[in-house]
Nanobody, 123 residues
Framework: QVQLVESGGGLVQPGGSLRLSCSASGFTLDNYAIGWFRQAPGKEREGLLCINKNYSPTYYADSVKGRFTISRDNAKNTVYLQMNSLKPEDTAVYYC????????????????WGQGTQVTVSS
Protein backbone atom coordinates (compact mmCIF):
# COMPACT_ATOMS: atom_id res chain seq x y z
CA GLN A 1 0.00 0.00 0.00
CA VAL A 2 1.44 3.34 -1.08
CA GLN A 3 1.43 5.63 1.89
CA LEU A 4 3.00 8.77 3.33
CA VAL A 5 2.94 9.32 7.07
CA GLU A 6 3.83 12.59 8.76
CA SER A 7 5.16 12.74 12.30
CA GLY A 8 7.02 15.06 14.62
CA GLY A 9 4.39 17.69 15.27
CA GLY A 10 3.56 19.04 18.68
CA LEU A 11 3.39 22.08 20.89
CA VAL A 12 6.36 24.43 20.81
CA GLN A 13 7.02 27.90 22.14
CA PRO A 14 7.59 30.83 19.79
CA GLY A 15 11.18 30.82 18.62
CA GLY A 16 11.46 27.10 19.05
CA SER A 17 12.17 24.36 16.53
CA LEU A 18 10.59 21.16 15.32
CA ARG A 19 11.58 18.57 12.76
CA LEU A 20 8.78 16.89 10.88
CA SER A 21 9.22 13.60 9.10
CA CYS A 22 7.40 12.27 6.06
CA SER A 23 7.93 8.52 5.87
CA ALA A 24 7.08 6.63 2.72
CA SER A 25 5.94 3.05 2.50
CA GLY A 26 4.85 0.88 -0.39
CA PHE A 27 7.15 2.68 -2.82
CA THR A 28 10.63 4.18 -2.94
CA LEU A 29 11.18 7.91 -2.89
CA ASP A 30 13.97 7.95 -5.44
CA ASN A 31 11.93 9.20 -8.41
CA TYR A 32 9.57 11.45 -6.52
CA ALA A 33 9.44 15.02 -5.38
CA ILE A 34 7.93 15.53 -1.94
CA GLY A 35 6.10 18.69 -1.03
CA TRP A 36 5.18 20.04 2.37
CA PHE A 37 1.93 21.91 2.79
CA ARG A 38 0.00 23.26 5.74
CA GLN A 39 -3.53 24.25 6.53
CA ALA A 40 -4.53 26.49 9.39
CA PRO A 41 -8.10 26.63 10.72
CA GLY A 42 -10.30 28.65 8.41
CA LYS A 43 -7.58 29.06 5.81
CA GLU A 44 -6.79 27.43 2.51
CA ARG A 45 -4.06 24.86 2.18
CA GLU A 46 -0.71 26.54 1.58
CA GLY A 47 2.27 25.13 -0.27
CA LEU A 48 5.48 25.67 1.70
CA LEU A 49 8.39 24.00 -0.01
CA CYS A 50 9.30 20.90 -1.89
CA ILE A 51 12.34 18.75 -2.57
CA ASN A 52 12.99 17.47 -6.05
CA LYS A 53 14.21 13.98 -6.89
CA ASN A 54 17.69 15.47 -7.38
CA TYR A 55 17.65 16.80 -3.81
CA SER A 56 17.25 20.44 -4.83
CA PRO A 57 14.71 22.42 -2.81
CA THR A 58 11.98 24.64 -4.17
CA TYR A 59 10.41 27.26 -1.93
CA TYR A 60 6.81 28.32 -2.43
CA ALA A 61 6.12 30.43 0.64
CA ASP A 62 8.18 33.53 1.36
CA SER A 63 7.05 33.33 4.97
CA VAL A 64 9.21 30.27 5.63
CA LYS A 65 12.34 31.21 3.72
CA GLY A 66 15.30 31.42 6.06
CA ARG A 67 13.45 29.45 8.75
CA PHE A 68 12.38 26.14 7.18
CA THR A 69 14.58 23.71 5.33
CA ILE A 70 13.81 20.45 3.60
CA SER A 71 15.97 17.39 3.19
CA ARG A 72 15.60 13.80 2.13
CA ASP A 73 17.18 10.49 3.02
CA ASN A 74 16.30 8.06 0.29
CA ALA A 75 17.96 5.21 2.17
CA LYS A 76 15.42 5.76 4.96
CA ASN A 77 12.63 6.58 2.51
CA THR A 78 11.99 9.74 4.48
CA VAL A 79 11.80 13.47 3.88
CA TYR A 80 12.33 15.95 6.67
CA LEU A 81 11.08 19.45 7.31
CA GLN A 82 13.26 21.36 9.75
CA MET A 83 11.39 24.31 11.19
CA ASN A 84 13.27 26.94 13.15
CA SER A 85 12.27 30.27 14.67
CA LEU A 86 8.68 29.15 14.82
CA LYS A 87 5.95 31.76 15.10
CA PRO A 88 2.34 31.51 16.28
CA GLU A 89 1.24 31.98 12.67
CA ASP A 90 2.98 28.72 11.81
CA THR A 91 0.28 26.88 13.75
CA ALA A 92 -1.41 24.48 11.34
CA VAL A 93 -1.75 20.89 10.29
CA TYR A 94 1.25 19.99 8.16
CA TYR A 95 0.97 17.56 5.27
CA CYS A 96 3.34 15.92 2.84
CA UNK A 97 2.50 14.55 -0.57
CA UNK A 98 4.38 13.15 -3.53
CA UNK A 99 4.72 14.04 -7.16
CA UNK A 100 6.69 12.25 -9.87
CA UNK A 101 10.17 13.66 -10.44
CA UNK A 102 9.98 17.41 -9.87
CA UNK A 103 8.24 19.96 -7.74
CA UNK A 104 5.31 21.96 -8.94
CA UNK A 105 3.37 24.67 -7.15
CA UNK A 106 -0.09 23.36 -7.86
CA UNK A 107 -1.09 21.00 -5.06
CA UNK A 108 -3.54 19.21 -7.33
CA UNK A 109 -0.62 17.46 -9.02
CA UNK A 110 0.44 15.76 -5.79
CA UNK A 111 -1.00 12.52 -4.50
CA UNK A 112 -0.89 10.12 -1.58
CA TRP A 113 -1.40 12.87 0.95
CA GLY A 114 -0.60 11.90 4.51
CA GLN A 115 -3.00 12.34 7.40
CA GLY A 116 -1.14 15.40 8.64
CA THR A 117 0.59 16.30 11.86
CA GLN A 118 -0.48 19.16 14.09
CA VAL A 119 2.00 21.91 14.88
CA THR A 120 0.99 24.42 17.52
CA VAL A 121 3.20 27.39 18.32
CA SER A 122 2.15 29.03 21.53
CA SER A 123 3.54 30.28 24.80
Amino acid sequence: QVQLVESGGGLVQPGGSLRLSCSASGFTLDNYAIGWFRQAPGKEREGLLCINKNYSPTYYADSVKGRFTISRDNAKNTVYLQMNSLKPEDTAVYYCAKRLYYCYLGSESYDNWGQGTQVTVSS
